[in-house]
């Protein structure tokens, strides 16, 4: 059974810096779509970084490019997101999540909750100014 734990969230001020772990436990593959979701109280659960585990080729969403970014050590599993320039707006809680297989990273709907079926538990960031 696949497992997803995350690490690594925490309290920052702006423009401070973060770094989030996600390791996965029970694949038997290691070609595969992961990515980092967040959700803030209130709102929707929204993707920002998708990452194919076979390549390293990775895809962000508009609200974090060129401040975050997901690498991966395929040695231990292990998924990250590191994020800089952090701004109150990315207060949330941030979760990682795969997918059966690799095809979600290269469709339309990379950034959809529903195309991934497995989660973490998350880890909470805060951004105070």
């Known amino acids: 059974q696949v497992q997803l734990v995350e690490s690594g969230g925490g309290s920052v001020q702006v423009e401070g810096s973060l770094r989030l772990s996600c390791a996965a436990y029970?694949?038997?593959?290691?070609?595969?779509?992961m990515a980092w979701f967040r959700q803030a109280p209130g709102k929707e659960r929204e993707g920002v970084a998708v990452?194919?585990?076979?390549?390293?080729?990775?895809f962000y969403s508009d609200s974090v490019k060129g401040r975050f970014t997901v690498s991966q050590e395929k040695s231990n599993h292990t998924m990250y997101l590191q994020m800089n320039s952090l701004k109150p707006e990315d207060t949330a809680m941030y979760y990682c999540?795969?997918?059966?297989?690799?095809?979600?990273?290269?469709?339309?709907?990379?950034?959809?909750?529903?195309?991934?079926?497995?989660w973490g538990q998350g880890t909470q960031v805060t951004v105070s100014s």
């Open positions: 999540a795969a997918a059966l297989g690799q095809w979600p990273c290269f469709g339309d709907n990379r950034y959809s909750v529903s195309e991934y079926g497995y």
């Open positions: 029970g694949y038997t593959t290691t070609e595969r779509c």
């Open positions: 990452v194919y585990t076979g390549s390293g080729r990775a």
